[in-house]
């Protein structure tokens, strides 16, 4: 298999692969990219009171000292229990190298994702190889680093992860679900499989046809397994070259070492939440969104009650603060008794967690999408609350994959990835305006250059004769145009309809290159791209992953 992506005007040869042609898509292109994303991306010093550091890892990554502020007692204890989960789920050599190496001073790459199933959509792959290129690059500078992907194992939003699309028969988008549960609203990590899980996988695997990949959902995906379980097995053996390392965050002992900063976390709740609301107004005076919706009873913490994951409240009560949980009501030092007695009934939310997972790693930077890039304008603040530092965050690869015959259809409609984004009907009037008949093009050609010409003439004999009719020559040439393009826009969708063919090549464009009007990588699942190109599918992607590149990329499967 060969990928080409665009990326650069010419192609870029590197060493040890096929020649790899690259050039970017801008986000400015990409529909509903937010500003905050753009301007991080294109104009950082729009956002640079937001954020430590610029998306260009190389200006500064030799600046970064993780592993200068972090305890070494805490990186033996941490190791100790990434060795123990990492081999539960079939650690690699390389694997087993790299945690050697954070035990002994690494510092860490960091990524994350819900554990969706099967592997969840394309973009989680993206996340672990950005992370190895990053940590690969880093190491190279002298800065020693190694890739980790974080579990979201105590996130309860179970509707999020429970499903996934794949292609089915001629790129009809099939999405599979499990009925696999808990109590309403348990964290994901602790929802194990029954038997219930055995024909979803069947399903799957009849889908990917006889492959390696398929092999691996049946491996991973058993009775017995969670959501989260199953997934770290299925990315070890996906990311076994490159020694990714995986961390459950829901183990009690991670909980432990998390303790001080859920101690902090209440202890300075009115200062975070102060904080968090200066900020807040801060990025909407600049013109930018809240990514979390913070109120003056927020805290940034979550707690177990009777097996689901609820939030803690904060209430104001004269000159004391309670807290709730539910219908009940604690006083500070009561919670703060609960967290010392049983840390891992508590869990960070999205702002406080990055400051937990940097104190469980010396985290040199944390790679994410769009939306990651938000939520860290708004965790800065709690950074700086609790650590008096903010780690860098770095924008995650991105890319639309094209498999050959949808390259075919691309080049026979004279067609191009964001004439996708405007939608699969607009997507089907410009197919139709390109297979209408040679004749019936030309005799539509020849009537607007008539027009035109004719317009012309009668707009100079206008203006001679009064030159205040311009304006109405122009306006009455304007719809004449616009008539007469109607005029071809239906014959166009006549013959579409005529033609059952074209017709079909829309819809498997659109479902396949942006579908349900969203980015391919967010909505088919990575696991068919695995299946379909074999193992050696990711390294040649890896190849195409340039951190310089923070645009999004068109790669050509060949």
Same mark, same amino acid.
């Given at each position: ?12 040869? !590197? ?38 550091? =610029? ?34 789920? #079939? $650690? ?27 592997? %969840? ?15 690969? +690059? ?35 988008? *099939? ?30 695997? +009849?889908?990917? #046809?006889? =492959? ?43 909980? &432990? ?33 809240? *990514?979390?919706?913070?109120?003056? =009873? =927020? ?8 097996? $689901? ?8 009560? #004269? ?58 304008? *708004? ?8 650590? %008096? ?39 089907? +009037?410009?197919?139709?305006?390109? !297979? ?11 009537? %607007?250059?008539?027009?035109? +010409? ?21 306006? &009455? ?49 990575? !696991? ?31």
């Amino acid at each position: 298999m060969r990928l080409v992506a665009s990326h650069e005007p010419e192609p870029t040869d !590197i060493p040890g692969v096929l020649p790899v042609r690259a050039q970017c898509l801008p986000y400015s292109q990409i529909p509903h990219t937010t500003r905050l994303f753009a301007d991080f991306l294109s104009d950082f010093s729009q956002v640079q009171q937001f954020y430590p550091r =610029s998306p260009n890892f190389s200006d500064w990554l030799t600046q970064e000292t993780p592993g200068q502020r972090y305890d070494a007692l805490r990186r033996a204890c941490v190791s100790d229990i990434l060795e123990r989960q990492n081999k539960a789920w #079939g $650690a690699s050599e390389n694997t087993i190298a790299n945690l050697a190496r954070l035990r002994a001073g690494a510092s860490a790459v960091l990524t994350g994702q819900q554990v969706g199933l099967f592997g %969840g959509p394309l973009f989680a792959i993206y996340k672990a190889l950005t992370a190895v290129k990053l940590a690969e +690059e880093a190491t190279a500078a002298g800065v020693g680093a190694v890739p980790v992907f974080w579990l979201a194992t105590t996130d309860h939003d179970l509707a999020e992860v429970n499903h996934t699309v794949l292609p089915g028969p001629q790129g009809s988008l *099939q999405p599979v679900s499990t009925p696999s549960h808990g109590v309403e609203d348990a964290p994901v990590g602790t929802i194990f499989f029954g038997d219930e899980i055995q024909p979803v996988v069947q399903s799957v695997a +009849e889908l990917l #046809g006889d =492959s390696q990949a398929a092999d691996l959902l049946r491996a991973a995906y058993r009775p017995g397994e969670t959501l989260g379980t199953a997934f770290a097995r299925l990315f070890t053996h996906l990311f076994a070259d490159w020694g990714v390392i995986l961390l459950d965050p829901s183990d009690p002992e991670f909980h &432990a070492i998390a303790t001080p900063i859920y101690t902090a976390a209440i202890e300075r709740a009115a200062e975070i939440d102060q904080a968090l609301l200066e900020r807040g107004q801060a990025l909407e005076r600049a013109g930018y969104h809240q *990514q979390v919706k913070v109120t003056p =009873s =927020s805290t940034l913490l979550f707690t177990m009650k009777d097996g $689901a994951r609820i939030p803690i409240h904060r209430r104001i009560n #004269g000159h004391s603060t309670d807290f709730l949980i539910g219908d009940q009501k604690l006083s500070q030092e009561d919670l703060l008794r609960q967290v010392a007695g049983a840390p891992h009934h508590f869990s960070p939310n999205v702002l406080l967690r990055p400051v937990v997972q940097d104190h469980l790693l010396p985290t040199l930077c944390y790679t994410g999408g769009a939306a990651e890039v938000a939520y860290f304008a *708004q965790a800065a603040v709690v950074y700086q609350e609790l650590s %008096g530092r903010v780690t860098p965050i770095l924008p995650r690869f991105s890319a639309t994959l094209v498999e050959p015959k949808l390259q075919g259809l691309l080049e026979r409609y004279g067609l191009s990835v964001p004439d996708f984004f405007q939608g699969e009907d607009a997507l089907r +009037e410009k197919i139709a305006a390109r !297979i209408l008949p040679a004749e019936l093009q030309k005799a539509f050609d020849r009537a %607007g250059a008539t027009l035109e +010409e004719s317009l012309a003439a009668v707009r100079k004999a206008l203006v001679q004769l009064d030159k205040t009719l311009a304006e109405a020559a122009d306006n &009455a040439g304007s719809k004449m145009q616009h008539q007469l393009e109607t005029l071809r826009s239906r014959a166009a969708r006549a013959e579409l309809r005529q033609s059952e063919i074209a017709s079909r090549h829309a819809q498997l464009l659109s479902s396949m290159l942006y579908p349900n009007k969203t980015l391919q990588e967010r909505e088919i699942a990575g !696991i068919y791209y695995v299946s379909r190109y074999g193992p050696e599918f990711l390294r040649d992607l890896y190849a195409c992953l340039h951190t310089d590149c923070h645009d999004h990329q068109v790669i050509t499967l060949n």
